[in-house]
């Protein structure tokens, strides 16, 4: 590890967009500007710090991911981050700019433990830090995660400067999307209905098969998206039809809020089971709203029900989904 930073590949390691260098890569620092920050900020800057910035005096890596050993606000086994903040004054996102290091401490409130090198795509809710607190202002700091929403939790991530650099990795080494795939297919297939849907579908007259066609419109659903969740698909909204269907059936609806009360209990917080795992309820007033609009949803002396020609359209589509 002599060598370095001279053994790192500037065109490999950084991703010299415009943005970036608008915006944060700044000029290489002087010694007399790294002496004045050193300064200001009470900490003497690494050697191995002050010999990569000058190399490249900030900007966006190619590989943002660094492994942690616990979990971090961002993912459960690894930080991310955006930038390097460069040795500077004049940039927005350097050391001593108006977004730099003291700002993070003195305006949202970080610990003054030492200074603040990278921001992370929270936008400023969690932020990469050189730890000084073992080995003192002139000592060689640590490399530490810090989640503002998590009551400023620290995180250890590298012993040095230098090993955090180099132990960065491309987010891809932690893409989970094809596990995540399976397991909501195994959901979506196997796992058992939410205490508020399961009785429901256990004795439903108008369509005795009806927990076989959610399972199956949900599948069909997982697998066009590759994961299971509700938005403003027409899949989506026949979920969001069945779902209203079950419920009216048991539970008067006089106004929007019953039902938009009663949803998240059916599929969206259905546990481990089948569930989405969380919902976003604008999708549901709005599908809400275009029913309503559209004369699918209608008032009557049941209160609020779906009308018996969207019924019709709506058993054909679990028919067809069936087979």
Known sequence: MANFPDDIDLNDFWDDGVYARNNITDEPPSDALIAELETELGYRFPASYVAFMKRHNGGTPRKTCFPSEEPTSWAEDHAAITSFLSIGRDKTYSLGGNLGSRFMIEEWGYPDLGIYICDCPSAG?????????????????????????????????????????????????????????????????????????????????????IGEAIRAVA???????????????????????????????????????????????????GGRGFSTGGYAPGFVEDWFKARFKARDLVESKDGIVLSEEHKAKMIEQLQAVLG
């Open 125 to 209: 809710h969690d932020m990469i830090a050189l730890d000084y607190r073992a080995c003192g202002p002139e000592g060689e700091p640590q490399v530490v995660h810090i989640d503002q929403e998590g009551d400023y939790h620290i995180t250890f991530l590298a012993k040095d400067f230098e090993s955090f650099v180099r132990g960065l990795v491309d987010e891809e080494a932690f893409d989970t999307s094809e596990d995540d795939f399976q397991q909501d297919l195994l959901s979506v297939t196997r796992g058992e209905f939410s205490a508020a849907l399961a009785p429901l579908v256990a004795n439903f007259p108008p369509f005795p098969r």
């Open 219 to 269: 599948l069909q659903l997982t697998q066009e998206k590759r994961y299971f969740a509700l938005h403003a698909d027409p899949l989506s909204y026949l979920l969001y039809d069945v779902q209203f269907w079950l419920h009216q059936q048991h539970q008067r609806v006089d106004k929007r809020q019953d039902y938009l009360d009663a949803y998240p209990a059916m599929i969206a917080f």
